[in-house]
């Protein structure tokens, strides 16, 4: 079997969800050591080096947390991070007459913020070794302002996305760009990549309605989405940076 990323030294946060796990997966098939990272994960002082096993501990909310983890990385490995898939969110539910403030403020914190921070705390890294790939994960729903069509049945918009998911994730797509921008002189990719409907636990209630409408017939898989990452990281997609790649079965293209 073929292993690209051999030299590779991999981050990918949300590792113990559907998306991340897939991910982690790809990589690790490719020849990259991955550290995987999640809110449950296991505590870093376990015996087994950071990038086998379990993912390990992070709440991507917590700056500390984070750079705590980048630098004990790299200082096991003897290299810095050269590959960051931020996979860690948190979808939400229903109208935005009815959101709460604190479930905003929980969304983007995870969704937006912990995508920034994680990718700030890799950055001096990846310029001192003059190369890098950051991906992150976007969604249909920042570009298509949500899948729910509340004008032919309300209620499906209590079983989509809301309003406070969909502008987390068109951050993630305008903060791709300008990190791409800020860091292509260093040897640095950011890209992002944008699923529509993923079968996973996360999306049990997505209406049938809303899945008729996917040109391809299928809700999508975590390796659909792994796949699109795995091209991303790789060395021979050096002049790729500042996209969005759509991975979404035709729904939605731009």
């Known amino acids: 079997m073929s292993r690209p990323l051999a030299d590779r030294l991999?981050?990918?946060?949300?590792?113990g969800g559907a998306i991340g796990t897939a991910v982690v997966?790809?990589?690790r098939e490719q020849g990259?050591?991955?550290?995987?990272a999640d809110l449950l994960g296991r505590h870093l002082g376990q015996a087994c080096p950071p990038w086998e096993?379990?993912?390990?501990?992070?709440d991507v909310r917590i700056k500390a947390q984070i750079t705590a983890l980048v630098s004990a990385v790299a200082e096991q490995a003897g290299?810095?991070?050269?590959?960051?898939?931020?996979?860690a969110g948190v979808v939400s539910f229903g109208s935005a007459q009815d959101?709460?403030?604190q479930e905003w403020d929980r969304v983007m914190a995870i969704n937006l913020k912990g995508s920034f921070l994680a990718?700030?705390?890799v950055m001096p890294g990846m310029r001192r070794l003059g190369f890098g790939r950051i991906v992150n994960l976007g969604s249909v729903v920042g570009k298509n302002s949500g899948n729910a069509r509340p004008w032919i049945d309300p209620a499906e918009q209590q079983?989509?996305?809301n309003v406070a998911y969909g502008i987390s994730k068109a951050g993630i797509h305008s903060m791709t760009g300008f990190l791409a921008r800020e860091l292509a002189s260093s040897g640095v990719t950011v890209n992002a990549v944008a699923p529509g409907p993923i079968a996973t636990a996360m999306t049990t209630a997505f209406p049938a309605a809303l899945q008729a409408l996917i040109p391809r017939g299928r809700m999508g898989t975590p390796e659909d989405v792994a796949r699109a990452v795995s091209f991303l990281v790789q060395r021979e997609a050096d002049f790729i940076t500042g996209e969005v790649l759509d991975v979404n079965g035709g729904m939605w293209s731009d």
């Open 79 to 87: 290299a810095p991070v050269d590959t960051l898939v931020n996979v």
């Open 53 to 58: 096993g379990e993912p390990v501990a992070l």
């Open 99 to 101: 959101l709460e403030e």
């Open 159 to 161: 079983r989509a996305s």
């Open 25 to 27: 997966r790809s990589l």
């Open 32 to 36: 990259a050591r991955v550290v995987g």
């Open 119 to 121: 990718a700030q705390a």
């Open 10 to 15: 991999a981050l990918v946060t949300g590792a």
